[in-house]
């Protein structure tokens, strides 16, 4: 993505005012969608959504990232996830719920 678009973009998450550097668009196949969206809406998911959504890497396991200690490094300028992460992280106070990345 390019960084000009991230920098306007928002996280999705009810509720999410982190200040964020990297975020994550949703995959476009199920059942790992739907995760994603349940997760974003906090479990109430409308009938009709939009297409584009995005969260920020706070709603995320560490475990989730494929190359965290490069990012941290700085020798990446973005995360990238692991294939199968779904976030699970709610809050600044890392509360998370029952899902971890795949």
């Known amino acids: 993505m390019p960084k000009q678009q991230a920098e306007k973009s928002k996280c999705s998450v009810v509720g999410c005012i982190n200040p964020h550097h990297s975020i994550h668009r949703p995959p476009g196949s199920e059942p790992l969608r739907s995760a994603w969206l349940n997760f974003i809406f906090n479990g109430i ?58």
Do not use: I, M
């Open 45 to 102: 998911v409308l009938t009709s959504v939009g297409k584009v959504f995005f969260v920020c890497a706070k709603h995320f396991r560490e475990e989730c990232f494929s190359n965290l200690y490069q990012y941290e490094g700085g020798l990446v300028k973005g995360l990238r996830l692991s294939k199968g992460s779904v976030p699970s992280v709610y809050g600044s106070d890392g509360q998370s719920k029952e899902v971890s990345c795949r």
